[in-house]
């Protein structure tokens, strides 16, 4: 009897030890130089539940879900497009699901003469979203929805696109077109057009948009690639995720299926919308001449872009026809140009204008940059690349910043400044979570640049 209760308690010893281990371990781990603290947000990741949503997929201290995520894509599909020289020609339509006739729909009550327990708000207005079922009036834009991803990212683009359905687009019915550097498998087809409640489309990229141009020496490329795998950058040793990013810097506007639309909102997968959108923002874009928009923004981690504001003033040597006269450049740099201070809008979330992307000084832009080589010598992402053409080729009205449209992608949050908003638009964010007046925000310095005046509610929600 004696004998085994000393034996549970060694066990039990054992298995202290082993949490206590762990703990040690895993709080050690995000310490500054020991594991992935590379950019702000991998800093911040360390700091724990601060800086988490509400997702499932909040990342524990450590930053492992990186990680992992990071092996695999960096043992992935880098080059495989060769395989298949015909050009976007697998592009599959899935008919559109069979919509109800919102006239066959019972007449809507009277908000007002309701004794829900759930009744609209008082301060309801017009562009409050329809309930389930029903379309919203009005016009539709020349948009879709766009989302780069794998076959195994389905589940998670799954949850992403069953919030922006719910929240927003039931009542748009908006297309939403995927596209895949390999061809999508039937699961992936089937389970996003069921989904979706508009057209879905799927594309697969061109060879010759996804892998190395021809000026690359890929000799000095996989050196470098070996050297940020040594200092531990986030995705450092990742073909495919250069690939990833010089495609969404360079080539998805020019996709053939992104060719017939004007305007499009990125959606990755993983991320949460925590609001209503009660009104089209493309419309908005449109009716207020906007070209490109952010709800979150940052600083960049150095380690990636050593050299990309060395070649963004090249560009801007080359062609200073393309540099807009009331530009951003102040949300870009502290010193008039001379040095880039890393901010940037986080491109994960971006609805903006195809036209402009396409446009003659956009293409000279990225062709500049594509280059010098930064996308495979460094690590070049496509919010910096995004951001700073946003900042100097368009004027600094034509950004907008959509602090109603609240977001979550790992490991950040915006959920809207000011409670009216967020009881109007039916929030479920803690706004304790919001990132916007954080230090390692951009946000703030974007109002100072656009003598904009802080949101309402701003002072009570630092
Ligand atoms: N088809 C394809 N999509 C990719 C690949 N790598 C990343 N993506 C997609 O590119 C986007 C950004 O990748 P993600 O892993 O979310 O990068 P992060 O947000 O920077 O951590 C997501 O929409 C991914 O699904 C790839 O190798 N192939
Ligand atoms: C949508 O926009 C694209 C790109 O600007 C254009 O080619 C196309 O004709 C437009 N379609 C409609 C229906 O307006
Ligand atoms: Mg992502």
């Not at 690939?243 to 305007?263: A, K, Q, T």
């Not at 950040?412 to 390692?440: I, S």
Request: hydrophobic share 35%.
């Amino acid at each position: 009897m004696a004998g085994s209760q000393r034996y549970f308690r060694y066990i039990l010893f054992a298995v202290l030890a082993l949490v206590v281990i762990f703990f040690i371990s895993a709080s050690s781990g995000v310490g500054p130089g020991q594991g992935y603290t590379q950019k702000a947000s991998d800093l911040l990741k360390g700091q724990g539940s601060l800086y988490q949503g509400s997702g499932s997929n909040s990342v524990p201290a450590g930053g492992a879900p990186d990680a992992g995520q990071d092996s695999k894509v960096g043992s992935g599909s880098g080059s495989n497009g060769d395989a298949n020289p015909t050009l976007d020609s697998d592009v599959k339509s899935a008919a559109a699901p069979q919509h109800t006739d919102p006239s066959s729909l019972p007449p809507s009550t009277n908000p007002h003469d309701t004794t829900s327990p759930n009744p609209n708000a008082p301060s309801l207005h017009a562009g409050q979203t329809p309930p389930l079922g029903q379309k919203a009036p009005g016009p539709r834009m020349n948009a879709t929805f766009v989302t780069l991803a794998r076959n195994s990212d389905v589940w998670e683009i799954s949850r992403s696109i069953r919030q922006v359905e719910d929240r927003f687009n039931h009542a748009y019915n908006y297309d939403w077109v995927f596209l895949n550097d390999a061809d999508f498998d039937d699961t992936f087809i089937k389970v996003t057009t069921a989904l979706t409640s508009g057209k879905t489309r799927y594309g697969k990229i061109a060879s010759e948009h996804w892998g190395f141009p021809s000026f690359i020496d890929q000799e000095k490329a996989r050196k470098v690639r070996e050297d940020m795998h040594e200092r531990k950058i986030i995705y450092g040793d990742s073909v495919s995720y250069r690939h990833m990013c010089r495609y969404e810097s360079g080539f998805f506007f020019r996709h053939p299926i992104m060719l017939e639309y004007e305007w499009y909102w990125r959606v990755e997968p993983s991320i949460e919308l925590f609001c209503d959108v009660s009104y089209d923002p493309f419309k908005f874009m449109a009716d207020n001449k906007k070209k490109y928009s952010f709800v979150l923004s940052l600083y960049e981690y150095v380690e990636t872009i050593p050299t990309l504001w060395d070649s963004v003033k090249g560009f801007m040597k080359a062609h200073p026809e393309h540099i807009v006269a009331d530009n951003s450049l102040a949300f870009l740099s502290d010193d008039g140009g001379e040095s880039y201070n890393h901010c940037h809008f986080w491109s994960n979330f971006e609805v903006g204008n195809l036209d402009w992307l396409r446009s003659k000084a956009y293409v000279d832009y990225f062709d500049h940059l594509d280059r010098d080589g930064g996308f495979f010598y460094e690590r070049w992402g496509d919010a910096p690349v995004h951001s700073i053409a946003a900042g100097l080729m368009l004027k600094k009205e034509e950004i907008h910043f959509f602090n109603d449209i609240a977001y979550y992608h790992v490991p950040f949050t915006h959920c809207p400044t000011g409670e009216q908003v967020r009881l109007d638009n039916k929030c479920h964010c803690n706004p304790k979570n919001n990132f916007d007046w954080n230090g390692y925000s951009c946000t703030k310095r974007f109002f100072e640049v656009n003598k904009l005046p802080l949101p309402e509610g701003y002072e009570k929600e630092q």
